[in-house]
């Protein structure tokens, strides 16, 4: 087992991993930009150490400054949470010729996993379904040719990210050089990579994804499935599991597809593969090779803390058990609580923090790096908390839920709390009738 794991990350993210560290008996090293001096994570680390000024570039972005403070401190292992470097496979290929183990995913299925195009032609070599589309497109008769196959409407993608950088829908003929140019351009500011490609855009699909967990010897569990479809620019918002829209037999298919997918890439790690489910079908996306925000879920159905599980995967532990042996307790809900105001158009909220009052109580866990009197600054992602509720049923979480919110108050800043009440209260989403268009709607209604 590890000695000592350095956390690149800050946050409620960078909090977890050196509380799982601390549970194994690990020590654990910070690291923080000069925006970020005297923040929890830095409290809570055994070590921490000053890398940079605010700008993310210039600090948790910068790979010679992370890999610094790995050397002084003497780490054995990085855990690089979710965002900044998590799924950057150069940073894995340092890590890797530095002999600083990377917690996560190889170099190579790195790299394969973040081209989507080709992580799509892995999988559907292995009979699992991907949304029709087309291959890179360079030039705009590759694209008129893609489009003639293909069809209207059509979602531009690009193939080197994620987070909804790149991502275009195209309804007709009319917007489709306009919006081709301009994922390109947003592919290659955000990636360095302008290469995009189209699939078939499905509006009332809802977005699934799988927790998979895989060891070094070739064993593949699956934590069940997540519904993500309560999103607003492919940023999701609210997610829960199971999904209140698969049956049994759609869901047993669904999680097999995603083991497959997962050992089509060689996968190693916590990943997740990701779904996009239209009707009685469902289509691969991508698979996102990292811890993601909305983890906790599956987490309290399981019973397991996946942060540590991550953890004793990269030091060469076997999983330990088999799929047979996972038993799925119970329906969770996570609401993600940001700085932003929901009727400034989702404009950052920053502020200091004054702590009113917060969630707690039985099947209620919040997850976070607040404190009372904490700066939210512009620099960073405007994620506050995420709030986690665990209950029997569905309608015994959603119950757990409004209640919970109803505590979270803070002043100070704007949040998203109120937004999360609304939905989680509303008539469609306790049916379980919603999409992936379901927020854009409701935000469009007067």
């Known amino acids: ?231 607003r620019r492919y940023q999701k918002l609210i997610e829960e599991s199971p999904s209140p829209a698969l049956s049994d037999e759609m869901r047993g298919a669904l999680c097999d597809a995603a083991v497959r997918a997962a050992k089509a890439l060689g996968y190693q790690n916590a990943g997740t593969v990701e779904f996009l489910v239209s009707g009685d079908e469902f289509y691969f996306i991508e698979i996102n090779a990292r811890i993601q925000v909305e983890h906790p879920i599956s987490e309290v159905r399981v019973g397991k803390n996946l942060i540590k599980e991550q953890i004793r995967l990269a030091a060469g532990e076997r999983l330990g058990y088999s799929q047979r042996d996972i038993k799925f307790q119970g329906h969770a809900i996570e609401c993600r609580l940001n700085a932003e105001d929901p009727a400034r158009n989702f404009a950052p909220s920053p502020g200091t923090v004054r702590i009113k009052s917060l969630p707690g109580g039985h099947g209620v866990r919040l997850d976070t790096a607040l404190y009372d009197g904490l700066p939210m600054t512009p620099y960073y992602d405007s994620l506050l908390a995420k709030l986690i509720v665990h209950g029997q049923t569905r309608e015994e979480a959603i119950l757990k839920m409004i209640n919970a919110l109803k505590r979270f108050e803070l002043e100070g800043i704007v949040t998203t709390r109120d937004l999360c009440l609304e939905i989680v209260s509303s008539s469609e989403f306790m049916a379980g009738e919603f999409d992936t268009q379901f927020l854009e709607r409701r935000l469009r209604e007067p």
């Open 1 to 231: 087992m590890f000695k000592k794991i350095l956390v690149a990350n800050r946050g409620e993210i960078a909090v977890r991993v050196i509380e799982a560290a601390h549970e194994l008996g690990i020590s654990t090293v910070a690291i923080f930009s000069e925006a970020d001096r005297g923040a929890l994570h830095t409290r809570l680390a055994d070590e921490a150490y000053c890398i940079g000024p605010a700008p993310a570039r210039q600090s948790y972005l910068k790979i010679a400054a992370v890999m610094s403070a790995a050397e002084v401190s003497r780490a054995d292992a990085i855990h690089p949470g979710y965002g900044f470097l998590a799924e950057d496979p150069h940073f894995v290929e340092v890590c890797e010729a530095s002999k600083i183990i990377f917690i996560g995913p190889r170099y190579e299925t790195m790299v394969q996993a973040g081209d989507k195009l080709r992580a799509k032609l892995a999988v559907r070599a292995v009979g699992v379904p991907v949304v029709p589309g087309s291959e890179a497109l360079k030039t705009e008769d590759d694209l008129k040719k893609a489009v003639a196959q293909v069809g209207y409407p059509l979602l531009f993608k690009a193939s080197a990210g994620g987070g909804g950088r790149g991502m275009r829908i195209v309804l007709d003929e009319s917007e489709l050089l306009e919006k081709f140019r301009a994922a390109q351009r947003e592919a290659e500011a955000a990636f360095g990579d302008s290469t995009v490609y189209i699939e078939k855009y499905l509006p009332s699909a809802r977005h699934v994804e799988v927790q998979i967990l895989a060891d070094q010897y070739g064993r593949i569990v699956h934590w069940g499935e997540r519904e993500c479809s309560i999103q």
